[in-house]
């Protein structure tokens, strides 16, 4: 399969230049040439798969004709190694919890999976040396810097922002050493994620690092994220609620509901999503508007989702061919500050025993307040309350049991490179290890 950029000024490239590359030669994002509609016989027995099998039907439909059926299966088989339940929190909503990989983040799926095809592509063209740039705002950075520790050929850099990831999730970059080099900027999320894309339109840096990306603009990264949809539907429906289903989803780089849309588009029956937004309301006000005005982010509870530029808006209009109109029949959109979280999260708690984390308690809050009673709601429940731990215990006002994983990371020392936000002395760091 072929992959074009978003912004149509540079020839197609393959599923290989698209993974190594990241970003196309034009500053667009790759998107595939077709999204395959998978058989109605898929949807009537998806009940009865495992994630696994039906993660593999979902890959083989992007990445099929380009990676062989062995290595595939591998690949998919390696990343979901763990489970990711659908737990009903509350009348006719449900919590999809993606946060039971590695680093109890939904971003293990993306990363693990992009790991090991980077890793197959490596191999297959006998590289050595590539150095994975990845910008972070909380969950992403860990997810990816495991995913990859240890793989021969290739060194990653995490770019995050200082003072604003939580202490535990800086712990789970920081401290694992090897193949992983932390870079604390001294601005925001945004600030990082542009760094990361002018390095990758710097001929002279190119032309001296093999580049690659490993945030939601790389294709190996965001499309992997449409599996979870796939099975989400396939627990609905083996609890005959599969009728009128609605996706809210945390929103922030918005690479998550970009695969869910992608999967509706495969046939998956998706009535509609909704974008759930922090402060940080981009979006949002885009659907209202038609508009698209994007400003630097500001520091919320709910930090993953501070994001004031997102990267994947240009895959959403792209596939909805630039219409306001067309886009918001699909999806629609809340937004929540911080006061408002923080009471969602300490309400549902104490009325379900449920525990949600700030973005999670943006997702089933916009469930709340926008799902009719005859659709199904699933919010995504990207990641683990623990990570938020000081946040989360002074709204609820207990203790929360950090799970093992995470005690393991904040027993490592933390080693990280502060630079200020200048671009000239990134690229000197980056070329200082070459």
Known sequence: MRYYSTNKQTPDVSLQEAVVKGLAADKGLFMPEKI???PKSFYDKIDTLSFQEIAYTVADAFFGEDVDSDTLKQIVYDTLNFDT?????????????????????????GGRFMARLLGHFIKKQGQSDVKVLVATSGDTGSAVANGFLGVDGIHVYV????????????????TLGQNITAIEIDG???????LVKTAFMDVDLNKQLNLTSANSINVARFLPQAFYYFYGYAQLKKAGKANDVVFCVPSGNFGNITAGLIAKRMGLPVKRFIAANNSNDIFYEYLQTGKYNPRPSVQTIANAMDVGDPSNFARVIDLYNHSADEIRKDITGFRYKDAAIAETVKDTFEKTGYLLDPHGACGYQAL??????DENGIFLETAHPAKFKETVEEIIGKPIEIPQPLQAFMKGEKKSIGLK?????FKDTLLSKK
């Not at 709340?368 to 009673?373: Q, V």
């Open 85 to 109: 339940p659908l737990v009903h929190v509350n009348d006719n909503i449900y919590s999809l919890e993606l946060f039971h990989g590695p680093t109890l983040a939904f971003k293990d799926v």
């Open 36 to 38: 395959k509609q998978l």
């Open 188 to 194: 925001t999320f945004d600030d990082c994620q542009a």
């Open 368 to 373: 709340t307040d926008g799902l009719s009673k």
């Open 159 to 174: 770019l995050y922002p200082k003072g604003k990831v939580s202490h535990i999730q800086e712990c789970q970059f920081t």
């Open 421 to 425: 936000n200048n671009y000239d002395l």
